[in-house]
């Protein structure tokens, strides 16, 4: 066969479907209405109100005898380590926690220093969303780096004290806001 009949053939197969077009990346495309670069950087005033709350709560904890084990979310952990894919799974399972811990906390006498921030938390929590894969009910599941921090949030939540899952939410904040949230945002700029 000559070499031009060779190509054609291929071409028609390839559009035919009876060859798979090889793709030049293996990670999952961006999921539709998944638009998340809004939030490479907060504005002053919202950062202002994450400050605030911190600070209130670290004037609570003064009035608190508290004994925290483990740290639930260790310096090590870093989200440039996780696929592109990965990434807003993990932005998304440690803002649904902190997410849980603060709405009980508005409960208490930080409530009124929490509106603005939890505002500001659920509206990216609800933007976020779009971003994540649907989890299958069969087939794989997470594995590596992603299924090591996604357990350890979830036995976080049965075997961590509320004062200590409030604490190491608070801490943390800041980090999910400019490190992990501008990371997500990145998308693949992200390294």
Do not use: Y
């Amino acid at each position: 066969m000559a070499p031009g009949c060779t190509l054609v053939l291929v071409l028609m197969l390839m559009t035919a479907g009876a060859v798979p077009v090889p793709s030049a990346s293996r990670a999952l495309p961006p999921a539709r209405g998944c638009h998340m670069a809004q939030f490479k950087s907060l504005s002053p005033q919202e950062l202002q109100a994450f400050k605030t709350a911190r600070d209130a709560f670290e004037d609570s904890l003064l009035q608190k005898d508290w004994d925290c084990s483990g740290r639930l979310f260790p310096k090590t952990r870093d989200l440039k380590h996780l696929q592109v894919w990965e990434r807003p799974v993990a932005l998304e399972a440690e803002l649904a926690l902190t997410l849980t811990v603060l709405e009980a906390m508005a409960n208490s006498s930080l409530g009124h220093t929490l509106e603005q921030p939890l505002l500001t938390l659920q509206h990216i929590h609800s933007k976020l969303q779009a971003c994540v894969p649907a989890q299958p009910t069969a087939g794989p599941r997470p594995r590596g780096r992603l299924h090591h921090w996604l357990h350890r949030l979830q036995e976080a939540q049965k075997k961590e004290s509320q004062d200590c899952l409030e604490a190491s939410v608070m801490f943390n904040l800041f980090r999910l806001l400019t490190r992990d949230l501008k990371c997500v945002a990145s998308g693949d700029q992200c390294v």
